[in-house]
């Protein structure tokens, strides 16, 4: 329930001074629908209304002058404006009204009265001009013009000033709410109460104070910061609090090993071993294990399924695409069964009397591991005892087909997969309720993929290339971008690259995209697989774990269209085995500085770790790295690369307080839960969160 004390912040906006029915739309979608929004608008700039010479304007900027009224030219019909002419010793400017009040003018401001005029300088055709200065006073109510103001997000219809108003009223209906950060921390870190932040954020005096890096800003982004990671601390807590069977390591696991033709690497290995300390605790897992592409992350989860099986449980593995789950099923299948252990893969495309077989023996606990798609989570499928879960891509699915699936057993254990490595520094933001594991080291005996940027232009000499490779026995993905709102369009640029090249390397090329039938897709997939097709063209749907041993070659049109970590896994659908491979980069010229700097990155390192972290430092910003799409919140005032400090900070802090007071109920507990209303974290939770 809502603390009373806030009930002023949570009021609508039409609460607001000045909101009515004409206004509270447009407000609406600069802030949002409630005075806490409208509190939390941030000015991003500031005026400086210090008083030049006619001399100096410029147009376009906005500026302050002391003038004299030199003349008043009347308006010849209604639609034409008053003009004044002003001037000071420098120079001359036409003042412009329009509308009932200037008839007014010339009385307020008589002819050869000095005035401080302010507002936007605009050249027109007859000179300078202001219209509709923001000021005009008298030198002796200088007072009246602030010196600095800062300047809001605005709206057609809505102009900043008027927004800035209304945000100054939401900071006067903002109630003194209890302190919820530790005194001495504050302390230390010179940061100001939450009440004197708000009102620097509203009353900036310079430039400096509009940095997210400034003090108060901190202080605000800090707050929301531990407001997110207090809520999922306690999310983990109450996880944890839930009992789980305890599953020891078994012996299946160790044959499974044995029988692979290598040996994992060091970071699988403590992948598994993190696994298994928490199959064996007694409360239910939550893990994500983050590796690239091809790192080993199935095998892992492999072992796990083992030592579930020699405890009696079944496990479901889930993928998000038919093509993927037919890949796991045909990983995992023969290794299992080689040990007697009944795999079943179940997808949306079986039907009939097949499907109840399988459905059958789900039920009856003879298929001890079920490989599938979302027809997993459908309301016939039960299980005897389901007792682990292991999704594959996890942030393919929303959380309410994940907990569907986990509600098919008792406490049910999940291993969350992502080939998408998440930086260190945004692991807490988007993880906080996980536990994560980072498998960081490549299987040996792969060899690079030699990566190049190839503009646009030199097209003709890479097909020539690719054409002498395809000759040669060579296969290749070629990736055609969907970039335009309107997915037929994209859909018709992939065509047509498919015919070209159809044109120029004959029939051994297929295409593949989002608009083809399941079946249609395993099909010209299936061509590729076995080598019927050379070339595949795609748009990015082979984005998500395909196999092709044989492919080694990777072109990808306009790739500044991508996201790195988007570019990144496509190039990891080749070099798989250890053969050379190659991966173009074409590109549109010119390239932005950032794209250049991405595509430079891409072709330096195939680390998904390293790239995640270098795509965040170039900041061409979270949703390069496709972070939005995989859970990164979207904070108000804390931006998770510049406070990326504070992330730990709140996380340990977020830790300490769920173990000394998991109720909340100190007194630095309640103002704590105060602090978790006003930035929903509570209700917001259950829709971000990945467990
Ligand atoms: P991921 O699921 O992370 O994409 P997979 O588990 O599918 O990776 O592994 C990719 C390929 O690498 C598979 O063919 C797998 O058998 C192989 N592989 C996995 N671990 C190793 C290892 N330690 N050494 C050599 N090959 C490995
Ligand atoms: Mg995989």
């Known amino acids: 329930m809502r603390p009373e004390i806030l009930f002023p912040l949570f009021a609508p906006i039409t609460s607001l001074k000045g909101v009515g029915p004409r206004v509270a739309p447009l407000l609406e979608r600069v802030a949002g629908p409630l005075v806490r929004d409208v509190l939390w608008l941030q000015p991003h700039s500031l005026i400086h209304r210090t008083p030049a010479t006619l001399a100096d304007a410029l147009d376009g900027q906005i500026m302050t002058f002391e003038v004299v009224i030199e003349a008043y030219q009347r308006p010849h019909t209604k639609s034409q404006p008053w003009r004044v002419r002003v001037s000071d010793t420098t120079g001359f400017l036409t003042l412009v009204f329009f509308g009932r009040f200037a008839d007014q003018l010339e009385q307020r401001h008589p002819v050869g009265s000095v005035r401080l005029v302010s507002g936007k300088v605009e050249d027109a055709q007859y000179g300078r001009q202001m219209l509709h200065p923001d000021y005009m006073v008298d030198p002796q109510k200088a007072g009246d013009i602030p010196e600095i103001e800062p300047v809001y997000p605005a709206t057609e219809g809505l102009p900043a000033r008027r927004v800035r108003s209304f945000a100054v009223d939401a900071l006067e209906k903002t109630p003194p709410l209890p302190e919820w950060q530790d005194a001495a921390w504050l302390a230390r870190e ?145 290794p299992l069964a080689a040990h007697g252990v009944g795999v079943v893969l179940l997808t949306g495309r079986d039907k009939g009397a097949a499907r109840r077989e399988k459905v059958a023996a789900i039920a009856s606990g003879a298929a001890q591991v079920v490989v599938g798609t979302h027809a997993l989570f459908q309301e016939e499928v039960a299980f005897h005892a389901l007792q682990l879960v292991v999704i594959d891509e996890q942030h393919r699915f929303g959380v309410a087909e994940r907990q569907r699936l986990q509600a098919k057993g008792q406490a049910v254990h999940l291993i969350a997969m992502s080939a998408t490595p998440i930086p260190r520094t945004l692991e807490l933001t988007m993880y906080g309720d996980l536990d994560v594991s980072r498998i960081d080291e490549k299987p040996p005996g792969r060899t690079p993929v030699a990566t190049r940027a190839v503009p646009m232009g030199r097209l003709d000499q890479i097909v ?42 004959g029939d051994r090329v297929g295409l593949v995209h989002g608009k083809l039938t399941g079946a249609e897709k395993d099909a010209v997939m299936a061509d590729f697989a076995d080598n019927r097709l050379s070339v595949l063209v795609a748009t990015t749907v082979v984005e998500v774990g395909v196999n092709v041993p044989n492919a080694t070659i990777m072109i990808i049109e306009q790739a500044e269209r991508f996201g790195l970590a988007q570019l990144h896994q496509l190039r990891g659908r080749v070099g798989r085995g250890s053969r050379e491979s190659a991966c173009v980069l074409l590109y549109d010229p010119p390239l932005s500085d950032t794209a250049q700097q991405r595509l430079d990155i891409l072709r330096r390192t195939d680390d998904g770790f390293v790239i995640a972290e270098k795509d965040l430092e170039l900041r061409g910003g979270g949703d390069a790295l496709g972070l939005r799409q995989s859970g990164l919140p979207d904070y108000v005032f804390a931006d998770p690369f510049v406070h990326r400090d504070l992330i730990a900070t709140a996380g340990d802090d977020a830790r300490l307080i769920v173990h000394r007071d998991p109720e909340l109920t100190s007194e630095r507990g309640q103002a704590l839960r105060v602090l978790q209303e006003l930035f929903d974290w509570k209700a917001g939770l259950a829709l971000r969160d990945a467990g």
């Open 464 to 505: 020539a290339r690719l054409q002498d490779a395809v000759a040669s026995g060579a296969q290749a993905f070629w990736i055609c971008p969907l970039v335009s709102e309107s997915e037929l369009s994209d859909l018709a640029a992939a065509e047509m690259r498919a015919l070209a090249l159809k044109a120029v390397l």
């Open 190 to 334: 010179k940061l100001p109460s939450w009440r004197d932040a708000l009102d620097r954020l509203h009353a900036p005096l310079s430039d400096a104070d509009l940095s997210p890096l400034a003090p108060h800003r901190r202080r605000l982004a800090y707050d929301e910061l531990l407001a997110h990671q207090l809520a999922m601390a306690q999310r983990k807590a109450a996880r944890r609090r839930e009992p789980a069977a305890k599953i020891p390591a078994g012996d299946l696991a160790r044959r499974l090993r044995a029988d692979l033709p290598f040996a994992f690497t060091g970071a699988q290995d403590r992948a598994l071993s993190d696994i298994r300390g928490d199959l064996q605790a007694g409360e239910r897992m939550s893990r994500l294990v983050q590796g690239d592409v091809g790192s080993g992350k199935t095998v892992v989860a492999m072992c796990a399924m083992g030592d579930v099986i020699d405890a009696g449980g079944q496990s479901a593995l889930m993928a998000p695409t038919e093509i993927l789950a037919r890949q796991h099923f045909e990983t995992i299948s023969p």
